[in-house]
């Protein structure tokens, strides 16, 4: 069962249920969801072609056709929560998300949506960041960069979470076919470090300054609801201070290093290296571990 049929069984037994709008997660539920611990896989590649190296990395795994098929409806999450342009490093580089949505549509996808919950203004940041007008450069009318519309988040109920019990997650990423994750490896003032499991924040709702009370579980735990088909770690360049919104040249250093795969936690355990740092002194991937969402000692990591 893949993560779309597990989440409208969920869903029509909620409805089922009584719970109207809000799709509950009982722990009993949990035996049907797709395997918990995806392979332990990252590929990655290094060069000055940045959208290049990105479809290197996705070759490596198999090809975009491994992920997507021919049909469906595949929503992109890149980061793209700040009002900055590319070079400073706050958001996925547009290069890299361009080339993510176009080997979508050579696979064969019906549509391809891209969109982010920003912090900042989202008609500024989707523009600043380079990602709206490239990505609509492509000129193809599968493809949609959309806002996200508030309306459209939904109350999901998860007993197997530690501290998120239930939250708003947006509809449009639950019910798509595949969901493709691109995070840009930085500095986070908070958390440490934002990556794979950390970008999540941004296909939630409701009030998020909650959620950063205990934010390392609450991390973890929106990671147990949301499960990407494919992650696309993006280290062009990654933001070492001031993270995460960034805005000085001077913190960021340019890596010429794409990562990709299915695991968030071993992508995230890997990333973590890259700022002089070991996986377990980032609390959200050992509480993501713990959750079983995926590995971080590196030594039982495969690269490709």
Known sequence: MDRREFLKKVAALGLAAGAGRWLVMPEELWAMAPIDKPQALIAQAQGSNWAQITGEVVQKLGGMKKFVHPGETVVVKPNIAWDRTPELGANAHPVV?????????????????????????????????????????????????????????????????????????????????????IPVAKHHSEARLTMCLKNMMGAIGGWRGRCHVGLHQNIADMNLVLRPDLHILDCTRILLRNGPSGGRLEDVEVRNLVL?????????????????????????????????????????????
């Open 97 to 181: 998300v361009r080339q993510v949505v176009e080997l979508c549509l050579e696979a064969g996808a019906k549509e391809v949506k891209v969109l982010d919950h920003t912090c900042d203004d989202p008609r500024k940041s989707y523009i600043s960041s380079g990602i709206k007008p490239t990505v609509e450069a492509i000129k193809d009318p599968r493809v949609k960069v959309e806002f996200v519309d508030e309306r459209r988040f939904v109350e999901v109920r998860t007993e197997r979470a530690r501290s998120l019990k239930k939250w708003y997650y947006y509809k449009d990423i639950l019910e798509a076919d595949r969901f493709i994750n």
């Open 260 to 304: 990709a795969g299915p695991d968030p936690v071993a992508l995230d355990a890997f990333g973590a290296t890259l700022f002089g740092l070991q996986p377990g002194d980032i609390g959200y991937i050992t509480k993501a571990y713990e959750l079983n969402r995926g590995e971080m000692d590196l030594k039982k990591i495969k690269f490709l």
